[in-house]
């Protein structure tokens, strides 16, 4: 997910790693964490990958060091696109993450792509809630029946992902109108 977001800052403007850190620190520290330890080898996979390039960045005013510059190249945004439309197979705890850090870049992808991933999302939300309140309940129900904050946990997790799957209904119910607003437009 670092990588999905990395290539999504760059294809909003080339930065240095440095500031690529800080925005992804100030917009994405709730979803992922950021390290120095993990920016710069991912940037120098990404350059070897020819998914981004370095550019002659201006000489600083002294004592700032010269720093490089990263741009994300065509196959990196046509890399980047495939990243954010793919559904990969992963962890409930993951797949929200991942769906946050897509979100974040909506902006920059058409509105029949934001309508699907919004779906596909609001899917495995009800999905999930059918897991947690089916037939079947939860184990955490059983084994753990004595132990209120297990069981308070549990109910955090149920009341947060009804809240999730209100909040995707909202969105979603938006860009259809969108969708609809622009379509009768276009037939004007």
């Known amino acids: 997910m670092l990588e999905l977001a990395t290539l999504g800052l760059l294809t909003h403007k080339p930065l240095h790693g440095y500031r690529l850190k800080q925005q992804l620190e100030q917009f994405m520290s709730g979803w992922i964490s950021v390290n120095y330890g993990s920016i710069y080898p991912l940037l120098r996979r990404l350059e070897r990958d020819g998914l981004v390039q370095t550019l002659p960045a201006p000489k600083p005013p002294a004592p700032e060091p010269r720093r490089k510059v990263y741009a994300i190249t ?27 850090v897509k979100f974040f870049f909506f902006e920059q992808i058409a509105p029949i792509e934001r309508v699907q991933l919004l779906e596909h999302r609001l899917a495995a939300c009800r999905r999930q809630l059918e897991v947690w309140t089916g037939q079947g309940k939860s184990w955490i129900i059983r084994d753990y029946a004595d132990n209120p904050y297990a069981q308070q946990v549990r109910q955090w997790d149920l009341d947060n992902l009804h809240l999730e799957i209100q909040w995707l209904e909202k969105n979603l119910a938006q860009e259809q109108q969108m969708q609809q607003a622009e379509s009768i437009e276009s037939q004007i």
């Open 74 to 100: 065509p196959e990196g945004q046509q890399y980047w696109r495939e990243q954010i439309l793919d559904h990969p197979y992963e962890s409930w705890v993951n797949s929200r993450t991942r769906f946050m």
